[in-house]
């Protein structure tokens, strides 16, 4: 069968004419999601380096939920002064924060390490799970908060539908520390993050210790790529550790010990 250069090309304009379609559809369902597309303005930059290139368009989602499972007692004490590191530019406009927990670990003042004022962040101690879920929906449809941390044990599917409705209408971050990882599947969370602590590295000939440092793994993104890697906090940003500067302090350690 032979076709003409008018069909043939009729044929091409509807082809890329449903592949517009199809990526105006596409960059439609980022932004309900809370993926906002790239530009040049700095505050949109969290300062994770190569962790945000793993997100849609390389732009870390405000406008979503972000769960941390943190199973063992160092995995919640990591993914605190992690988060804690985010809300530093989070918070940086003067907005504030509401932390929810039934068992709360955190000592208010250890976010100063991370440049996070306490006092502009609201702290709730409840006795009842299902009471941090009703505080946190209900202050994540608050405008004017930057950010919404609650401590719990798990979460469902349905719950965690409720919880991203209201992100996307108010735009107020969402993060949810998770004990129990065995319903890890049953959720709608953008992300979900795995903190956990590593050695850090002092100046050669410096007592103490040095900087925070992190394992990162971001085990789930959607449309995105997962991967893991090794933060810093650098005192008033990330600072992500590469293979080199990681070899260099091993071995520098190693020489320490040894002599």
């Known amino acids: 069968m032979n076709y003409s250069y008018n069909e043939l090309g009729k044929g091409d304009n509807i082809m890329n004419a449903k592949q517009e379609l199809v990526n105006k559809l596409q960059q439609d369902i980022l932004l309900w999601q809370g993926f906002k597309a790239q530009g040049t303005m700095t505050e949109e930059v ?40 985010l809300l530093s530019v989070l918070m940086k406009d003067g907005a504030a924060c509401v932390w929810i927990s039934t068992t709360r670990k955190l000592f208010p003042v250890s976010l100063c390490t991370f440049n996070v004022e306490p006092d502009r962040i ?60 065995r319903k890890a599947i049953s959720t709608v969370a953008t992300a979900r993050w795995k903190i956990s602590p590593v050695p850090s590295v002092t100046e050669e000939g410096m007592p103490g210790l040095g900087f925070p440092r992190w394992k990162v793994e971001l085990t789930k993104v959607r449309n995105g790529n997962p991967g893991n890697w090794i933060l810093e906090w650098g005192g008033d940003r990330f600072v992500e550790v590469t293979p080199a500067l990681k070899t260099a302090a091993w071995y520098d350690q190693g020489k320490l010990q040894i002599g």
């Open 46 to 85: 969290i300062g994770l380096g190569a962790i945000e290139k793993a997100f849609p368009n390389g732009v870390f989602p405000r406008k979503a939920i972000h769960e941390f499972i943190t199973v063992l007692p160092e995995h919640a004490a990591a993914s605190d002064g992690f988060i804690g590191g």
């Open 122 to 181: 609201i702290f709730m101690d409840v006795t009842r799970e299902k009471d941090v879920l009703w505080i946190m929906e209900e202050a994540l449809k608050c405008e004017g908060l930057a950010a919404v941390v609650a401590e719990l044990n798990e979460l469902s599917l349905i719950e965690s539908r409720r919880l991203q409705l209201a992100v996307e209408e108010s735009g107020v971050t969402g993060f949810i520390l998770r004990k129990d990882a």
